[in-house]
């Protein structure tokens, strides 16, 4: 952690990034890029574009909405599944992930042993869409960006004429509301990803498999 500690201090001073609000106080698992921090992202999705965009030729790129409808959640078992155990404690009200706690325990920040009973909470951001709050206007911030391209699949192929096998590469921001942040960048509620889904025959499935992940090592 002290090693952790001097790596955060430099890259501050350094330009690269910056505690998210700091000058009022900051808000926990959020990060603003700063001067240099900024062009060394830009540089790393420019090179990783060019290496699954624009260097094949069975690969497409797209741009999804953060915000999707929230039958798109309900299809693909995120508000039923995408959850953390989460436990409370008694004593100071703080809570955890119960499967990063301690083996004994212990809560990290009043040292007691007195827990609630675990409950599954969803790490998705809920928010509303237009004027009124209701169940029928609700949606969350995306967690992840697959989505966006499962939902589009139809809207490539009918518009690029792509033929199988063939990937869909999207570069953008998920956000989690970690119960747990920490180790710096490494876990935080806003984060941008870059990803491509690969679309191909089942009996080439591992094959290719193979293929895109000796790429990505690579």
């Given at each position: 952690?002290d090693l952790m500690?001097?790596?955060v201090?430099l890259?501050k001073?350094?330009?690269?990034f910056?505690?998210?609000?700091?000058i009022?106080?900051?808000?926990?698992?959020i990060?603003?890029?700063g001067?240099?921090g900024?062009?060394?992202a830009?540089?790393i999705k420019?090179?990783?574009?060019?290496?699954?965009v624009?260097?094949r030729?069975?690969i497409?790129?797209?741009?999804?909405s953060i915000?999707?409808?929230?039958?798109?959640w309900?299809?693909?078992?995120h508000?039923e599944?995408?959850?953390?155990?989460?436990?409370e404690?008694?004593?100071?009200h703080?809570?955890?992930?119960?499967?990063l706690?301690?083996?004994?325990?212990?809560?990290?920040?009043c040292?007691k042993?007195?827990?609630?009973?675990?409950?599954?909470?969803?790490l998705m951001f809920k928010?509303y869409?237009?004027p009124?709050e209701?169940?029928?206007?609700?949606?969350?911030?995306?967690?992840e960006?697959?989505?966006?391209i499962?939902?589009?699949?139809a809207?490539v192929v009918?518009?690029?004429?792509?033929?199988?096998p063939?990937?869909i590469a999207?570069?953008?921001?998920g956000?989690?509301?970690e119960?747990?942040?920490?180790?710096?960048?490494f876990?935080?509620?806003?984060?941008?990803?870059m990803?491509?889904e690969?679309?191909?025959y089942?009996e080439k499935?591992?094959q290719?498999?193979?293929?895109?992940k000796k790429?990505?090592?690579?």
């Amino acid at each position: 952690m002290d090693l952790m500690d001097k790596i955060v201090s430099l890259c501050k001073r350094r330009g690269y990034f910056f505690p998210g609000s700091e000058i009022y106080g900051g808000l926990g698992g959020i990060y603003d890029l700063g001067p240099f921090g900024v062009e060394l992202a830009k540089n790393i999705k420019d090179l990783w574009w060019k290496s699954v965009v624009y260097d094949r030729d069975n690969i497409v790129g797209l741009d999804s909405s953060i915000l999707m409808n929230q039958k798109v959640w309900e299809t693909s078992g995120h508000i039923e599944s995408f959850t953390d155990p989460l436990v409370e404690c008694k004593n100071c009200h703080s809570r955890f992930r119960q499967d990063l706690l301690p083996k004994i325990r212990i809560c990290p920040s009043c040292r007691k042993n007195n827990w609630t009973k675990l409950k599954m909470f969803n790490l998705m951001f809920k928010t509303y869409i237009g004027p009124v709050e209701s169940k029928f206007s609700e949606t969350y911030l995306r967690p992840e960006t697959a989505q966006g391209i499962f939902v589009n699949f139809a809207n490539v192929v009918d518009s690029i004429r792509v033929k199988l096998p063939f990937g869909i590469a999207q570069i953008g921001k998920g956000f989690r509301n970690e119960i747990t942040i920490g180790n710096f960048l490494f876990r935080v509620r806003e984060f941008e990803m870059m990803e491509l889904e690969y679309f191909t025959y089942p009996e080439k499935a591992s094959q290719d498999f193979e293929y895109w992940k000796k790429e990505r090592i690579d």
